[in-house]
């Protein structure tokens, strides 16, 4: 059976978000405009595993571990250490290598294919249909790709609430 897809708007990225059971990101779709921002594909940073506060969404690394946002529009997450309890931990980044703006569909797909791909099982250790674990990512909107921002960065998450520790590796 494949696991569902929603998604949830933000400032100068979207949430596109895997329908977890007890996570309930929706499907809103506002959108405001937004600065660009970056981060490397593949940062070798920790993240928040030692510390925690507000981030530039712009500016995960992974290894991140931060709390549901508490509205649909997003520019910073809070984040926490990874030893407390947590929603989500940034696992993977990747460029868009579209030419211009494709549209949220064509970035949703392929968010979905590399996010819920190789990515996820070199960071879990199984596949992600074999998997116990949610998915979502951020991305650009068209008002963030104008201010040239291309990344998108795969996000995990338990099904069931709030988990503590990190999941790469865990096989679940």
């Not at 290598?97 to 960071?123: L, M, Q, R, W």
């Not at 650009?140 to 040239?148: I, L, R, V, Y």
Request: glycine letters at 12%; a negative charge.
């Amino acid at each position: 059976m494949t696991k569902p897809l929603s998604t949830l708007a933000s400032a100068g990225i979207l949430l596109g978000a895997i329908a977890l059971l007890a996570l309930s990101l929706g499907g809103c779709s506002a959108i405001a405009g937004a600065a660009a921002g970056g981060h490397s594909p593949q940062s070798s940073k920790t993240g928040a595993a030692d510390a925690g506060g507000s981030k530039d969404a712009f500016t995960l690394s992974i290894g991140d571990c931060f709390n549901n946002p508490t509205s649909d529009i997003v520019t910073d997450v809070d984040t926490v250490a990874c030893t407390a309890p947590h929603d989500f931990e940034d696992y993977h980044h990747f460029p868009l290598t579209f030419a211009s703006y494709p549209g949220e569909k064509a970035i949703t797909d392929k968010a979905d294919s590399v996010c819920g791909g190789d990515a996820f099982t070199a960071f879990d250790g199984v596949d992600y249909e074999s998997s116990e674990l949610g998915l979502t990512y951020l991305y650009p909107t068209a008002e963030s790709w104008q201010a040239g921002d291309r990344m998108v960065d795969c996000v995990v998450a338990a099904e069931a609430g709030k988990s503590t520790g990190s999941y790469r590796g865990t096989s679940k």
